[in-house]
């Protein structure tokens, strides 16, 4: 049985391990604890404990129990009042850090009651937040401050670093060492992606192991991270960040299914834009390109996971 790592946040690597759960592999996800944005970090603010948001997608992508528990966990309450925003599953696992005595213990206890596929690991138990650099020199101090951009947005990003060390959560560290492969991504890449790998032990993990590195390129630029990355923008900031070269890299190739003009409209209202390749770059040199259809829905551009799963279990 292939031992799959999976390193990302939880809405990138969502698809992801929903695909790879239907397979005989064992499966484990490692998870950024950087967020810092809506129910997740009002819960974090307020009750001390790890943002909870992304382990909830994790386990919800993983969980082969009812379509009405999955549901539930991913219940978010509307209207202005104290629960308004928040999420049934982010509520539950704070509930359950208080019941079980930690962060780690909830979500051990959660992946019981889910019955997931695989493990769902943090990828430290230490509280920090995610910082960046800008071009100018500015300096942006918390995810969602990145993420959702007050600052000038075409400011490319010059360095990600984290507000206190953290140190690497050691079932990480051994999921990637025993690994057959490890994928990284899909996900906004400095918000998602690059927080796991700026985790002391993570790179040194990663540079290491004799699984195959497999990096999933995302399908679309995201405005303040990413504006006009082509393909090989990502594999450069991966690699600089995880120390170690990529074996595989999956890219979306766009040639290969037309994306209606409507969606393309809807992302530049947001400014965002198709992740392209050139494929006589020099990184395709000691990296190898794996281009296909990868998209899942035109509407909403996302990955399949099945056909994400299966090229990834070839490799």
Avoid at 66 to 86: I, P, Q, V, Y
Avoid at 103 to 127: M, Q, W, Y
Avoid at 255 to 263: A, F, G
Wanted: net charge neutral.
């Amino acid at each position: 049985m292939k031992k799959i790592v999976v390193i990302g946040g939880g809405s990138g690597i969502f698809n992801l391990l929903r695909g790879l759960k239907k397979y005989d592999c064992d499966i484990t996800a490692i998870v950024s604890m950087m967020d810092s944005g809506g129910s997740t970090g009002v819960l974090r603010n307020e009750y001390g404990i790890l943002p909870p948001g992304d382990i909830r997608k994790c386990l919800v992508a993983l969980s082969e129990s009812t379509d009405l528990m999955k549901d539930l966990f991913e219940h978010r309450f509307e209207g202005n009042g104290s629960l308004g925003g928040h999420s049934f599953g982010n509520l539950f696992l704070t509930a359950l850090n208080y019941v079980t005595g930690s962060d780690e213990n909830a979500i051990l206890e959660a992946s019981k009651i889910l019955n997931i596929r695989g493990k769902v690991v943090p990828v430290t138990l230490d509280d920090s937040h995610l910082c960046v650099e800008l071009e100018d020199g500015q300096k942006i101090i918390g995810e969602t401050n990145i993420d959702i951009p007050k600052h000038n947005p075409e400011l490319r990003i010059k360095k990600a670093f984290l507000s206190n060390p953290a140190k690497a959560h050691y079932g990480a560290i051994k999921a990637i060492e025993y690994a057959d492969i490890v994928v990284i991504g899909p996900g906004d890449l400095f918000t998602s992606v690059v927080p796991n790998l700026l985790v002391e032990g993570i790179s040194d993990a990663l540079k290491k192991t004799n699984a195959k590195k497999v990096y999933v390129c995302n399908l679309m630029t995201k405005n303040g991270e990413t504006n006009f990355f082509n393909a090989e923008d990502f594999v450069d900031v991966i690699e600089q960040y995880s120390k170690t070269k990529m074996d595989y890299v999956l890219v979306h190739d766009h040639s290969l299914y037309k994306v209606p003009k409507e969606t393309l409209d809807r992302y530049r209202q947001e400014t965002a834009h198709i992740v392209r390749f050139n494929e006589s770059s020099k990184v395709w040199d000691y990296s190898k390109l794996i281009v296909d259809d990868y998209i899942s829905h035109p509407s909403i551009l996302r990955h399949d996971p099945e056909k994400l799963s299966k090229k990834i279990l070839k490799l």
